[in-house]
């Protein structure tokens, strides 16, 4: 069995995936799993496909568990379940790989300290996704490790998409629009191209819509403009970020409210979103499940729902039109009420909705028509997996 291991590390948690690749290079899931509370009390669970018994354990280190100690204790349960011998490579998303780092690589000590240079490009990631790396070089020192980046799909975006109306000389030292998801993106256009390969050559929409949300505009299955800019801050309403904000709010709060830069960084990206204008969660399932009786629940929905409508008509300006929008992620795959909301909201560009085709999930939710709709669940894991095998000795 040759198993490959693929890590997504953020601050306080590390998600995981077991897959295997068969012969004709396609990855398969053995395990899914994550590690929750780092720094804290973690918690490791993994469900696995081959009949194992799935595992739900605290981690017992007698002190804060770092992203080496939740390693190790995914690697135990590889050597346990598999044999560490079986492992071949392990495959890692890493949010930022700036303007030179476009495809997946293999990593070693000189691009990571490259990629370290990234950081404040990404701060709340790129430490995380590389302490992820950095673990397992010391854990397992000859395990190949790829970078997979989440801004490497939106190398293809034109100048006029990419730049800010800012000085050249700024431009010039990297800020810019880099788009995010892109994973997620370059997975789901590739899944569309074998389901639809005429329609994948057109004008496509995706709207990834999860805790982390935004649009990405396609011709030809190569990514035009995102909605998301120099950060993953920017772009829609998201779970607990703000999304596009007029940059004077930030003047305003740290002249007038005398907030730190730090303060503001923390609000805008964990404590705004869904969760601040209700006041309650940002979780759609719990905003749905009171929103009857809670207008700032009802504000909140509604406010997500116009930024999704809004953004789409702008993403189809850039496009000169759209053939197809496809819901991906967390949100997008599962709450038919705002694929619904969204869809009667972009009649003008001609989308219609097949109502019992939404609340069943069905792939296409319109009438095959000129433009459809479509839901299409994302798997960053498999194309990482399939990046992974590629470059392995």
Do not use: W
């Amino acid at each position: 069995m040759r198993l490959i291991l693929i890590l997504n590390a953020g601050s306080s948690s590390v998600k995981c995936a077991l897959m295997t690749i068969d012969d004709q290079g396609e990855p398969h899931d053995l395990a899914r799993g994550s590690i929750d509370g780092i720094g804290q009390s973690a918690e490791f669970s993994m469900r696995f496909t081959d009949g194992q018994p799935a595992i739900k354990e605290v981690m017992a280190t007698g002190s804060t568990p770092s992203h080496k100690d939740a390693l190790g204790l995914i690697l135990k349960t590889v050597d346990r379940l598999y044999g560490l011998s079986s492992l071949v490579g392990a495959g890692h998303r890493i949010v930022h790989g700036g303007p030179h780092f476009v495809k997946p690589i293999r990593l070693d000590r000189a691009n990571i300290e490259e990629l370290r240079k990234l950081t404040p490009l990404a701060p709340l990631h790129q430490p995380h996704n590389l302490a992820a790396v950095d673990s397992l070089f010391e854990l397992l020192p000859n395990l190949p490790q790829i970078g997979c980046f989440d801004t490497a799909f939106h190398a293809t975006m034109p100048v006029i998409a990419r730049n800010f109306a800012l000085p050249k000389a700024l431009t010039e030292k990297g800020i810019r629009r880099y788009g995010f998801h892109g994973i997620s993106y370059n997975y789901i256009s590739k899944a569309f191209a074998a389901r639809d390969p005429e329609r994948a050559k057109g004008r496509v929409i995706v709207a990834h819509l999860g805790n982390g949300a935004s649009l990405c505009g396609m011709i030809n299955g190569q990514s035009v403009v995102n909605t998301m800019g120099f950060s993953a801050l920017d772009g829609l309403m998201m779970g607990t970020r703000a999304g596009t904000l007029d940059p004077a709010v930030i003047f305003y709060l740290m002249r007038e409210e005398k907030m730190s830069a730090e303060a503001v960084e923390k609000m805008l990206y964990s404590q705004s979103g869904l969760l601040g204008v209700s006041g309650l969660s940002n979780d759609m399932r719990t905003l749905r499940k009171e929103a009857p009786n809670n207008p700032d629940a009802q504000l909140a929905l509604a406010m997500f729902t116009y930024r999704v409508i809004r953004e789409i008509g702008s993403v189809a300006a850039a496009l000169n039109g759209v053939d197809a929008l496809i819901f991906t992620a967390g949100i997008g795959e599962n709450d038919s009420a705002l694929r619904a909301d969204v869809i009667n909201g972009l009649n003008y560009l001609g989308f219609t909705l097949d109502h019992d085709a939404n609340n069943r999930r069905d792939i296409l939710i319109s009438p095959s028509t000129n433009p459809a709709a479509f839901v299409i669940p994302t798997n960053e894991e498999a194309l990482i997996a399939k990046a992974t095998s590629t470059l392995l000795p």
